[in-house]
């Protein structure tokens, strides 16, 4: 196909594959009009995650269960650019791809070259279930191409030192005001009670995305990546209410609440300050808790966590911001896939696969050797850890959909704050800020988008430690503008307005 180099390049960069199935394009599928698997096996090169290949105990099951026969060839995750790249330059496109942005492959969904699969959603029991505010986020032209890997839409809140907040009388905090209050009480109150001035409010890392200035940033109204203004889709460091954050996390830095160098701070120093007990606020996923609280009570069995989700901004209201609802889609490319039927029986695989049970057997295993079920969750037997990191982990790369959509088990926990964080994920889902641009093309985005977000990002980081004014943040807005960021204002604006 024309547009097969350039698709393959666009992968190099992009995109991260769970599953991919290629087909022999000298045998045509043999299905009945509901899409019946046929005798032909579903040949899937899948991503490996773990240090070792699976043996076929799951993939046995899953076989009987769905009446597809699998052919999986597992390749490690470091190898799959190359793999996926080959794959793409030689024509030999798989049955399956999956993608991180359906827009990376907009031109060739243009040219025909993948399934538009919408129409045949409603033809299938468990698809038909798939949510639509996620199907709509996944949609090019306003057509559904793909099935997506469904993600909690906002796990970021707060996860803080309880027995510290108790020791200063401090509750969890409700508003911005009530933070800065804890994140100074944290550092010059002495929270634990040693007598020493060794402690800080919070702990941060150098990540814009999944670090503490992107939930901040929500607090104070700021739009979720991009926004509209006057009629213009606009980014979102171009609000006042990102200026405000800026100020907000300045204030904090200034004074010493927070980790000096945190911009060179990974995440995993960023949480070892916090289960050591050298900061008491984390402002990140608050799934992270249970890990947290594991590793920081070997060192110290009185450290106490709890979990949080909403505080509101100067403007009294609660918002957070939110990704599409999907980790990654699988689309269809029309190369190997190349008859309705065929698409209709992969598409019965995957609507068998989300099944009740064959999730479950999917993400936990076997009941009884993998994992038992307490209180209506899934309890992974620990006694077992290594059969489930070696027979169960790697299949977790062909997951599609999420509990609502299949019934599987949620995970169990019998510790408290963690059963609370699942509980704050889904009450965030009240609460949360779109990204204008999901939906939206711009060609100029596609090439130059992450290239042109770190100026901002170095921007925004010089002018929390200091470095620069808010002229010279300016400054750099104006070099975003003319370097590219324009362009992608107008095309996004463009499409917006069509």
């Known amino acids: 196909m024309k547009n097969t180099k ?15 199935t290629a087909c022999n394009k000298n045998e045509s599928a043999s299905s009945d009009s509901e899409g019946q698997a046929s005798n032909d096996p579903i040949s899937i090169m899948a991503v490996l995650h773990t240090p070792e290949v699976p043996d076929n105990k799951l993939q046995d099951l899953i076989e009987e269960k769905t009446e597809a026969k699998l052919d999986i060839q597992w390749v490690p995750s470091d190898n799959y650019t190359e793999r996926l790249n080959t794959a793409f330059a030689t024509g030999t496109l798989p049955q399956v791809v999956t993608v991180s942005n359906p827009d990376l492959f907009r ?51 707060i996860i803080y030192r309880k027995d510290w907040a108790e020791n200063l009388g401090l509750e969890a905090p409700t508003n911005v005001e009530e ?23 919070l702990a941060d890392r150098g990540e814009m995305y999944y670090g503490a200035f992107k939930t901040i940033s929500s607090w104070h109204g700021t739009p979720n ?36 160098d945190f911009p060179v701070t990974s995440k995993t120093d960023q949480v070892n300050m916090f289960k050591t007990g050298k900061a008491g606020l984390y402002i990140g996923s608050m799934g ?16 106490e966590f709890d979990v949080h989700n909403y505080v509101e901004g100067p403007d009294g209201e609660y918002n957070i911001w939110s990704i599409p609802g999907y980790g990654s889609l699988l689309m269809f490319p029309k190369n190997s896939v190349e008859t309705e039927d065929e698409l209709k029986r992969i598409l019965g695989f995957y ?19 993998h994992y038992t079920i307490e209180e209506g969750t899934a309890k992974p037997i620990t006694d077992n850890q290594q059969a489930i990191d070696r027979e169960v982990r790697p299949y977790l790369s062909l997951e599609i959909g999420e509990a609502d959509s299949t019934g599987r088990y949620e995970g169990y926990s019998d510790y408290e704050p963690k059963v609370k964080a699942t509980e704050l994920e889904k009450d965030n ?29 170095d921007a925004t980081y010089k002018y929390v430690l200091g470095q620069i004014d808010e002229d010279g943040f300016n400054q750099a807005i104006e070099n975003w503008k003319n370097q590219g960021g324009q362009t992608i204002m107008d095309e996004y604006t463009e499409d917006y307005n069509k």
């Not at 390049?9 to 594959?17: E, K, P, R, T, Y």
């Not at 889902?429 to 990002?457: A, K, M, T, V, W």
């Open 351 to 369: 609507d068998q696969l989300m099944e009740t049970d064959t999730m479950n057997l999917l993400l936990w295993g076997i009941e009884g050797e």
């Open 179 to 201: 933070v800065y209050e804890m994140v100074r009480a944290f550092t010059e109150d002495d929270p634990d009670g040693n007598g020493q001035d060794d402690t800080i409010g």
């Open 288 to 303: 992270d808790v249970e890990g947290i609280y594991r590793d920081a009570t070997a060192l110290n069995p009185d450290a």
């Open 107 to 157: 031109e060739a969904i243009q040219d025909d070259q993948f399934w538009e699969i919408g129409p045949y959603l409603n033809e299938f029991e468990n698809l038909s279930k798939l949510n639509p505010d996620i199907l709509d986020n996944s949609k090019v032209d306003g057509k559904i191409y793909s099935l997506y890997q469904g993600r909690p839409l906002s796990r970021s809140g």
């Open 429 to 457: 889902e009240n609460y949360l800020i779109p990204d204008l641009s999901i939906g939206l093309h711009s060609e100029e985005y596609i090439h130059n988008g992450e290239r042109l977000q770190e100026i901002i990002n």
């Open 6 to 20: 350039k698709v393959a390049l666009f992968s190099a960069i992009c995109i991260g594959v769970l599953g991919l």
């Open 225 to 260: 990546g991009w926004g509209e203004k006057d009629g213009v889709i606009t980014p979102e460091f171009m609000f006042d209410e990102y200026m405000d954050t800026l100020n907000y996390i300045k204030g904090i830095h200034e004074k010493g609440y927070m980790n000096k």
